[in-house]
């Protein structure tokens, strides 16, 4: 059986569903599945996360906490793990800093 998924998905969201030995703790078709829907919901708050910085809030950590906060109620659909994920991503499309959420041992 061929595997033909093209979307490449990150070591970084791999990570959030791996367990100490690397292996996927949920089946590899759920884990696309919840990549398409954050990576896409990441795209989606980057108009969002501009016009709070140009119009309300200018401080770009202050717009992704706001951000995480509201992804991480239960009606956001994504887990904690997830919204952490997102704002991250966010963060990188803007060419922000994501410091605020950053992984204790990022870079390591």
Do not use: K
Request: charged share 25%; proline share 6%.
């Amino acid at each position: 059986m061929s595997d033909d998924y093209q979307i490449h998905i990150p070591p970084s969201f791999f990570a959030l569903y791996a367990d100490a030995r690397q292996r996927l703790t949920e089946p590899i078709a759920r884990v696309r599945d919840r990549y398409e829907v954050c990576e896409d919901l990441a795209n989606h708050l980057v108009s969002h996360a501009q016009v709070l910085n140009h119009v309300e809030v200018p401080l770009e950590a202050e717009i992704l906490t706001r951000i995480h906060d509201g992804l991480s109620t239960p009606e956001a659909g994504v887990s904690g793990a997830e919204a952490t994920w997102i704002v991250r991503r966010l963060a990188e499309l803007l060419g922000w800093s994501s410091a605020p959420f950053e992984h204790p041992h990022a870079g390591r």
